[in-house]
């Protein structure tokens, strides 16, 4: 399809492809502006998306009416390379070198979907038919992925800077085992706690056993160890305090093995805002950065190794970063499903079930119960949300499902996982980390460099409070209160 400029009778350039213009042959310009009055946008509004609107002739006029929203273009065609009438704030064309979904999420902070507006320019889609629907299918994906992000911050943010002062709590006390990974050649297998995992355990005892290293989701340990298979290292990413009851199954199956964690245990891997027990101590740690100013100071301040993984949504995306950060061999997956089986939302066992056994009863079956659970799950649309956007990170080019390897050839690594894989140094303590968490957060909050950037994220997370820094340097005092007053008692770090 190639496409001509030509001339409207106003002077100004159309495009024309075929027999179809992309705009007016008499004034492109008056066009766009009629089309912008009749849409009617709500004066909030913090982004504009434009889906292939050609010459972007509708820039004008949206900077004019909206002036403080940043306008980005997205085309089907790389003909409109440098021809837009007025620059956006920023544009994707065909050839660029991010796919869609990672070029908006690099223009686009989280935010709700009422703040987004998606413009699009219907005569394109008439042109360019299925790379336009292609277009904007990706990016109502983003805006839909966008907006439940933001409103898991906005229900969570709170928790996950609770969790943040409380695990810097945990790693500030003295012998604490902090992991380190050497990269190694070994395969890698990602598995996550969906219901296919069972179908996988075949293959997966086959790849451990030529020396591929095993990484799990913390809600895939008990159907793990249920067939045989140990993790080397667990991934916790959920700030929730149901994801704790994952990690009290661990802990259960460790020593019913008679397994010291410390000794012959995995490496426990998580995000510094990850809810985890007390006990977690009594593993290897590895604990990374969402690499937000906030956490990347909290790691600084505890004198953790810098490991940065952005906050992904699911726990299963981010073992998948992981395993490229281990291991520079093939990585596969098993589990990573975002799909049911008829009413299975899991492999069994799985840590949750318990909840649903204590409250079957003769008027609530178990079936019932599991059959809502799967409905509501489906109905809430997430497995959809984290499916596209596994897509459009093209991960699946990057990972294999177990079920492409060949089991009959033996495995090229064979190295297993040795103290060439993991090192383990013993932390020394330190003095009220706390305390001292909070002291660095306040100065930050307090300098030119790091005071708006700081003020931002923690206001996002603290929704509700005072955005000023002495808003925030008071919110930060009363919830870390109780850990600094167990600091201040005769400097002792007990663990609550």
């Keep these: 399809m190639e496409e001509t400029l030509v001339r409207s009778q106003c002077g100004l350039d159309t495009v024309l492809v075929g027999q179809k213009t992309i705009h007016s042959r008499y004034d492109p310009l008056a066009e766009a502006e009629r089309y912008v009055f009749s849409l009617n946008l709500r004066d ?30 997205l085309h089907a065609s ?164 149901w994801a704790l009851l994952h990690l009290f199954e661990t802990v259960r199956l460790f020593h019913k093995k008679a397994c010291s964690p410390a000794v012959g245990g995995p490496v426990l891997a998580f995000n510094l805002s990850a809810a985890l027990p007390s006990w977690c101590t009594a593993f290897k740690l590895l604990p990374w950065s ?12 505890l004198g953790l190794s810098p490991l940065y993984f952005p906050q992904r949504g699911t726990v299963g995306a981010s073992a998948i970063d992981l395993a490229f950060y281990a291991s520079s061999g093939a990585v596969y997956t098993a589990g990573i499903d975002f799909s049911h089986r008829d009413i299975r939302t899991h492999a069994k066992p ?76 013993r932390k020394s303590r330190k003095e009220r980390p706390v305390t001292r968490l909070v002291a660095v957060l306040a100065k930050a909050l307090a300098a030119p460099a790091t005071g708006g950037k700081l003020a931002e994220e923690l206001s996002a997370l603290l929704s509700g409070g005072n955005p000023s820094a002495g808003g925030l340097r008071e919110e930060l005092l009363r919830i870390s209160g109780k850990y600094r007053a167990v600091e201040g008692q005769n400097g002792q770090t007990h663990i609550l």
């Design 44 to 73: 909030d509004i913090q982004y504009i998306i434009l889906a292939e609107c050609g010459l972007c002739y509708l820039i004008q006029p949206l900077r004019k009416n909206f002036p403080a929203a940043k306008i980005i273009s």
């Design 78 to 241: 790389a003909f409109y390379r440098g021809r837009s009438a007025a620059p956006p704030d920023a544009e994707w064309l065909p050839g660029s070198p991010l796919n869609r979904g990672v070029f908006l999420e690099n223009e686009i902070d989280d935010t709700e979907a009422d703040k987004i507006k998606i413009i699009e320019w219907r005569p394109a889609a008439d042109v360019y038919g299925e790379e336009y629907l292609n277009l904007v299918k990706d990016i109502t994906a983003f805006v839909k992925r966008a907006d439940a992000n933001k409103r898991t911050r906005s229900a969570f943010g709170r928790r996950w800077v609770k969790n943040v002062i409380r695990n810097s709590f945990l790693l500030g006390g003295g012998g604490v085992g902090i992991a380190a990974l050497t990269r190694s050649a070994s395969e890698c297998v990602v598995a996550g706690a969906g219901p296919g995992l069972e179908d996988a355990f075949a293959a997966i005892r086959r790849l451990t056993g030529g020396g591929a290293l095993l990484i799990a989701v913390s809600s895939a340990v008990g159907a793990l160890f249920h067939a045989g298979l140990k993790p080397d290292i667990i991934v916790a990413c959920d700030g929730g305090n």
């Design 290 to 301: 969402d690499g937000t100013l906030f956490q990347n100071l909290a790691q600084k301040c």
């Design 350 to 425: 799985y840590a949750f079930d318990k909840i649903l056994y204590g409250k079957a009863s003769r008027l609530s079956p178990l079936y019932d119960l599991q059959f809502e659970r799967a409905e509501t799950i489906k109905g809430s649309g997430v497995f959809k949300i984290y499916a596209d956007w596994f897509s459009g990170q093209n991960f699946r080019q990057k990972v294999r499902p177990v079920s492409e390897c060949d089991l009959g050839v033996k495995s090229v690594n064979g190295k297993g996982v040795d103290a060439a894989v993991f090192s383990c140094r």
